[in-house]
């Protein structure tokens, strides 16, 4: 693999929380011929991790085709730094033939360029759902930087039979034709949501194209899910959604409970959005008799409101002993959002599952969590 020279989208945090380093490159296969693509994304959540080093949530997506990968893990590296050193990522998700994907993606360094790797495993015997989504209407944020890198797009709609439809898009890479967009997104329905993530293309025409999003996992019924969603607009303020989603058959799940403590809030501000990092220290206290304990890195990007709404993606990594789980949810302001467990390392490599959250007092919260090992789910 090659990457290309990366792009700093900065923020006007003086500690540079919420700076954004967007890098891309091309995948080849091992006879030299080019097979997809690689875009990486790193968020600055905390300054001053360990000695002069930051620590940044990172996004991968993998393309090939109409088939699509995602990764994510917490990058330590010194400000600024393009990664440097071999590192590795939950697999969250993906499209096409990576439908329901978890495991871990490998990025590493070698003499000549990068090796991208993967472990995963694949669920079948997918389940089908349709949803019409209504009364689409988004709020624009322009961008003066080539290519209008770091551009912001919120996007609300209500789902026919009760429900939403919350997303957010930002601008990460400029083509002749087209922007590339990271966008994440929720469908929330009567009987539970359904997070999606997913690498689009938006064209300078104008015209709604329909497009495929990652399903990483749900709450409710949709808890532990796995799949993909097809978008296709049938106006500017209408679309349909056809949800392919694997549902895990077998399994307890464990439930630990984990009390964080904060240390203190940053913020820091975007084009078009609001970013809030926070860190803290973790102790909990799970079905094994133990008493895990660690750290946390989060972030929340709060977006322009559409109308009287305003959307927020959160993303995150809970670094507890024997590994770390990955989260992330996308929501409204001032309402409660469960978070989807996306996946882990070591321990936790492949899990699913959500983090529900309990204000105990002011800088504490508790984390109720629900989680499969290893592709391994609830009955049903």
Same mark, same amino acid.
């Given at each position: ?56 949530? !990172? ?20 400000? /600024? ?44 015997? +997918? ?9 689409l209407a988004s709020t624009d944020t322009a961008s003066? /930087? +080539? ?7 919120? $996007? ?12 957010? &898009?930002? $601008? ?21 949501? #359904? ?12 015209? +709604?194209?329909? !497009?495929? %999003? &990652? ?6 019924? %949709? ?21 392919? %989603? ?6 307890? +799940? ?14 820091? /501000? ?25 750290? %946390? ?19 995150? /990594? ?8 990955? #989260? ?36 504490? #919260? ?15």
């Amino acid at each position: 693999m090659r990457l290309a020279d990366s792009v700093i989208i900065p923020s006007d945090s003086h500690v540079h929380v919420g700076d954004v380093t967007v890098t891309q490159g091309s995948v080849s296969d091992y006879s030299g011929g080019k097979i997809g693509t690689f875009t990486l994304t790193e968020t600055v959540v905390d300054p001053k991790y360990a000695g002069d080093n930051e620590a940044r949530i !990172a996004r991968a997506t993998f393309v090939s085709g109409s088939n699509a990968l995602f990764g994510e893990t917490l990058v330590i590296a010194k400000h /600024r730094d393009r990664p440097q050193a071999s590192w590795y990522m939950a697999v969250v998700g993906g499209i096409g033939n990576y439908r329901s994907a978890t495991g871990n993606m490998t990025l590493m360094r070698m003499k000549r360029g990068w090796r991208l790797a993967f472990d995963l495993t694949l669920e079948s015997t +997918p389940l089908r759902q349709n949803v019409q989504v209504v009364g689409l209407a988004s709020t624009d944020t322009a961008s003066d /930087r +080539p290519g209008g890198l770091g551009a912001t797009t919120a $996007t609300t709609g209500s789902v026919q039979g009760g429900g939403a439809f919350l997303a957010s &898009a930002v $601008t990460v890479a400029r083509g002749d034709t087209a922007n590339s967009r990271t966008t994440d997104a929720s469908i929330t329905l009567p009987n539970g949501t #359904v997070l999606l993530r997913g690498l689009l293309l938006d064209k300078r025409d104008g015209k +709604p194209a329909a !497009a495929s %999003y &990652a399903i990483l996992g749900g709450t409710g019924e %949709y808890l532990g899910v796995r799949g993909d969603a097809r978008i296709v607009p049938q106006s500017p303020t209408r679309t349909k959604i056809a949800l392919t %989603y694997t549902r895990l058959s077998d399994g307890k +799940p464990e439930s630990p409970t984990i009390t964080a403590t904060t240390k203190g809030p940053i913020e820091g /501000r975007v084009i078009g959005a609001i970013v809030s990092a926070e860190v803290g220290t973790l102790n909990g206290k799970d079905d094994r008799h133990r008493t895990p304990t660690g750290k %946390y890195d989060l972030i929340q990007t709060t977006f322009l409101p559409v109308g009287d709404i305003s959307v927020m993606t959160v993303a995150g /990594r809970y670094e507890l002993s024997g590994g770390s789980l990955i #989260v992330g949810g996308v929501g409204i302001v001032g309402e409660e959002t469960q978070m989807v467990i996306l996946g882990g390392t070591s321990e936790y490599a492949g899990s699913r599952g959500t983090a529900t959250f309990t204000q105990i007092r002011r800088g504490v #919260v508790r984390i109720n969590l629900t989680l499969w090992r290893g592709g391994v789910g609830p009955v049903g």
